[in-house]
């Protein structure tokens, strides 16, 4: 498994939550890391996503000030730290690698390496 995300789970409206991403490392060291999400009978939307310095980040308009990407190079990890969840954040939220390019945007096309998703419900 080259991506494999973690951490979802049922939270209530105004709380928590951090997703992890754990990425191999040949992968990691050479890819922008993003964040999307796919809401019950919705398409799949970007979320966020961080070069490779971690350095620069790119967010949704949505998520903007609530959601913070960070990387941590020593561990191979990308991290989502969720605020003041809304109940409109419930989805199953993939993390994914632009592999050997520097453009962080938002089009899920240009991912090459896909998590499996991780869940996380937010209660009103």
């Known amino acids: 498994v080259q991506l494999q995300a973690s951490g979802g789970g049922l939270v209530q409206a105004g709380g928590s939550l951090r997703l992890s991403c754990t990425v191999s490392?040949?992968?990691?060291?050479?890819?922008?890391m993003g964040w999307f999400r796919q809401a019950p009978g919705k398409e799949r939307e970007f979320v966020g996503a961080?070069?490779?310095?971690?350095?620069?980040?790119y967010y949704a308009d949505s998520v903007k000030g609530r959601f913070i990407i960070s990387r941590d190079s020593a561990k191979n990890m990308v991290y989502l730290q969720m605020n003041s969840l809304k109940p409109e954040d419930t989805a199953v939220y993939y993390c994914?690698?632009?592999?050997?390019?520097?453009?962080?945007?938002?089009?899920?096309?240009?991912?090459?390496?896909w998590g499996q998703g991780t869940l996380v419900t937010v209660s009103s």
């Open positions: 994914a690698a632009n592999w050997g390019s520097h453009h962080y945007g938002p089009n899920e096309d240009e991912y090459d390496y």
């Open positions: 490392e040949r992968i990691f060291s050479r890819s922008v």
């Open positions: 961080i070069s490779w310095s971690g350095v620069s980040k």
